[in-house]
């Protein structure tokens, strides 16, 4: 990663939060955190580790500072934010951990941690690329009033055109006949007054609430992203480390948060052979499309989203029920510890 820094009187520039380098505000905190707590993580982990990572926050905070950073040169920021983000968590929690851990079949693991009795293998990746470009979308108020209907459901709206007089009040009342008999996967195509494409209303997922809920589709090849996360999920599964518990994290943009958790748990379906909630008429589940769908790869009951920006907090899934074995419920608990 390294780049020649440009002339300076000594002192190092801060990188600019601009448009062009959106992970400013991360890799800082993460200079700043890995400063003040090198010495107490020397006793767990490697120094010649240790110097790595300071290396590595260095050549990002160049990069950074030298801006607008390139494609190529973001996505190397992203992977290595991903990784110093884990490490941190690890030595926070007072784990030693040893890097690239190699399996017997001659994969690596990115970490090994151990605390106590407890062990755990963590296989770092980062989201695919294509669901790294999210856009921050705001939706127009007035399609607020879509969330005046009872219905607990998730509902993306995507707009391509602004709709005014006639033509959105045409929109908004067919998107209120949407909204107000979906299924979970639903979707249509809403047209302005000359009959080209203005919005898309896509049914999500079940809402915890008890009315519409409206959100940017920022995602416009969600279909797209969901295999691509399972390929993802797939390689770190391959890499897996025997008789040892392990944890998938993927790094990537808050948007594809969605994307991730159909991969993981499978797309969201109308259950007909359970009881809906109190008070609503339809169940809902996953479908067997997913990652952990049935008794595949049950050797993988840990995994977690990390969204790449700064002060973000990872989303762990643990697939139930946790076996019995005292070494999978220490990692467990370790797991719970370090990332939930």
Known sequence: ???????????????????????????????????????????????????????????????????????????????????????????GAGCTIEHEAETPAGKRADFRARRGDAELCVHVKRAPKPTLRDASIAIPQSWRTLETVRRPLVVALSLSRNLRGRAFHTALDLAFDFVEQASVGDEVLLRDGEGLPAARLRALAPSTGRAIELVADLSTAFDDHVPRFQHTLRKAFAQFMPRVENIIVVAGSPGAFEAFTTALLGSHIERWDKRPRV?????????????????????????????????????????????????????SQLAREVFA
């Open 1 to 91: 990663m390294a780049r020649k820094a440009p002339h300076s009187n000594g002192e190092r520039s801060a990188p600019r939060t601009t448009a062009e380098a959106p992970l400013a505000p991360l890799v800082l905190g993460l200079a700043k955190r890995f400063a003040a707590a090198e010495a107490q993580w020397s006793a767990l982990a490697d120094q010649r580790l240790l110097r790595r990572f300071r290396r590595v926050i260095a050549d990002m905070e160049t990069l950074l500072a030298e801006g607008p950073c390139s494609d190529a040169e973001s996505d190397r920021i992203r992977s290595a934010c991903a990784e110093l983000l884990v490490a941190e968590r690890l030595l």
């Open 279 to 331: 008070g609503e008429l339809m169940a809902y589940g996953r479908g067997g499309d997913g990652f952990w769908a049935g008794s595949m790869r049950n050797q993988s009951r840990l995994a977690a989203y990390w969204p790449l920006e700064h002060r973000a907090e990872p989303l762990l899934f643990v697939r139930e029920p946790v076996p019995r074995a005292a070494n999978a419920v220490r990692a």
